[in-house]
T-cell receptor
Framework: EAGVVQSPRYKIIEKKQPVAFWCNPI?????LYWYRQNLGQGPELLIR????????DSQLPKDRFSAERLKGVDSTLKIQPAELGDSAVYLC????????????????FGPGTRLTVL | KQEVTQIPAALSVPEGENLVLNCSFT??????LQWFRQDPGKGLTSLLL???SQREQTSGRLNASLDKSSGRSTLYIAASQPGDSATYLC??????????WGAGTKLIIKP
């Protein structure tokens, strides 16, 4: 079974440029998460989807960040315009809903996209 | 606000030693606690998940314990191997169904 797929793996951009990250979750997983991980820190949740609905986006900086999961499968996270402080690893994770409440299930992580903003 | 702390931030031990990684959290109202492993340039891999009603979980050479009342968890690694070298993170699922993460312990096992 394929794991969570993310692309690109690395991205280097100039500040003020736009950037987009793509994630394809594990087949059948209806919950999808986007995290940001700064160097030497744990991940921080940006947004959580249940199917195509964003059920928790309280920590998404909405002035420059946006996300979509139009068909409830793959997802795109966008930053426009990027700032120097956005340099980080962006992780996507997915989980099934076997426990009834998706947040109680083990999350499976992709390899992440390392973003460098110059 | 839930906070998760991991001590030490880094640890280097010779191969074959048994070792303990520590994780503490400030609010005992959690649903579960997980230990993850992160290899450089790779994503996170879940190692063990302990439900709030459980005291410990074991997988191979790994054993994780949970003392919810004191806000502590330990990850015990027996007979360490160079392949165990990685960063180990713990995370608690808080009362708002959010995973709150520690900063991790970077473990180096010397051959």
């Amino acid at each position: 079974e394929a794991g969570v797929v993310q692309s690109p793996r690395y991205k280097i951009i100039e500040k003020k440029q736009p950037v987009a990250f793509w994630c394809n979750p594990i087949s059948g997983h209806n919950t999808l998460y986007w995290y940001r991980q700064n160097l030497g820190q744990g991940p921080e949740l940006l947004i959580r989807y249940e199917n195509e609905e964003a059920v928790d986006d309280s920590q998404l900086p909405k002035d420059r960040f946006s996300a979509e999961r139009l068909k409830g499968v793959d997802s795109t996270l966008k930053i426009q315009p990027a700032e120097l402080g956005d340099s980080a690893v962006y992780l996507c994770a997915s989980s099934s809903n076997e426990a009834g409440t998706s947040s109680l299930d083990t999350q499976y992580f992709g390899p992440g996209t390392r973003l460098t903003v110059l | 606000k839930q906070e998760v702390t991991q001590i030490p931030a880094a640890l280097s031990v010779p191969e074959g030693e048994n070792l303990v990684l520590n994780c503490s959290f400030t609010d005992s109202a959690i649903y579960n606690l997980q230990w993850f492993r992160q290899d450089p340039g790779k994503g996170l891999t879940s190692l063990l998940l302990i439900q709030s009603s459980q005291r410990e979980q074991t997988s191979g050479r790994l054993n994780a314990s949970l003392d919810k009342s004191s806000g502590r968890s330990t990850l015990y690694i027996a007979a360490s191997q160079p392949g165990d070298s990685a960063t180990y993170l713990c995370a608690v699922l808080d009362s708002n169904y959010q995973l709150i993460w520690g900063a991790g312990t970077k473990l180096i096992i010397k051959p």
